[in-house]
């Protein structure tokens, strides 16, 4: 067995790796986005976007079960429901995967130009963001819809997978043969997903050069606020190396559709079975798990959240009783020869 096959033979095992890192991240992206809605404090620009993206990621995860996850994982159980499902279901899978995708790579652009102009506009950043903000949503929403709903034409199909008994073991919804909706939808993510690497990586590094000058010009920046806004820049940057995994993914795609158009292949079964694992790093993974580092104020707020009163960790301040001693008639700094004689009750604290 030669290294493709071996990688081939950890299907299951490389979707139950994807399914121990989505669930946890997809429960606390869920969590974030209810603190998000209930905490006024987070009603901002930022955290509106972050949950615009992370609804698109909580999409594509369930689309992922439903197209892919469990038709592997469980096919003989399913395969009766989903046989009654109606056409139009089947192609659902391309719709969402498409949408999602292209949701995402916008939400995350306009969460770095909201770092951008965080850095460059600090004192128009507010305002500008309250008209940018409806303009990105919309944006992130209706662009990603015109372009998938062209794939409910795509003709999917159950193809099941036989053992050596010639019992079903699972099964895949796949376009059917001679069609080429496939192929497009390849071709345009990674022609897509190129396109907004290059964007972002052009903002962040404005950004990045931005932050550095402003540094140069200031003698201490330590402040509370400045630290947060570092860790949020630094966040954004962490997600875009989530888009660096997709377009890898999507060149690794484009390649192997060119060798093997059909997907019968082992090289063409070891990449794609990559998929789940690299999408839901580059995706709830990331986004989820690294606000919760970036934003100190925002992980104490979840923390209040969800945990009872007694199990949060509190910081118990000691307060030292005050000693008050009155002097009449004593020197300010108590030497005989100083000018400041305080001729009402002096108040000395011990």
Sequence with gaps: ??????????????????????????????????VIIFKKQFHNSFY????????????????????????????PLILPLYSKLPKIFYSLFSVISTFTFQGNNYATTFILLNRL??????FIHKKLWNKLLPISILISIIIPICFSIEYFNIENEIIPELD???????????????GNYSTIMTYFNLIFSICFLIICIIISSFTIILHNQKNKTKIKNSTVNSKIQIKLLFYALITLFGHILCAILMILFWIIYK???????PIFKAVYQQY??????????????SLLWASNS??????????????QFSNKITISPIVLTIHRGQRLNGKENSPELINKDFIQIK
């Design 48 to 75: 509106s976007l972050f949950c615009l993206r992370a609804i698109m990621d909580i999409l594509y995860v369930f689309d992922s079960y439903y197209g892919f996850r469990l038709p592997i994982l469980f096919g």
């Design 276 to 289: 789940p694992w690299v999408m839901d790093t580059s995706t709830v993974v990331l986004s989820s798990w």
């Design 1 to 34: 067995m030669n290294l493709i096959e071996w990688i081939v033979s950890l299907r299951n095992e490389l979707i139950y790796f994807s399914i121990i890192l989505s669930i946890p991240s997809l429960i606390l992206y869920i969590s974030e986005i209810i």
């Design 259 to 265: 060798i093997d158009p059909t997907g019968n292949q």
């Design 298 to 311: 925002f992980r104490q707020e979840l923390i209040k959240f969800y945990l009872p009163k007694k199990m």
């Design 117 to 122: 102009t965080t850095i460059a506009f600090p």
């Design 164 to 178: 050596i008994n010639n019992k079903i073991i699972s099964f895949q919804l796949i376009e059917k043969s001679g």
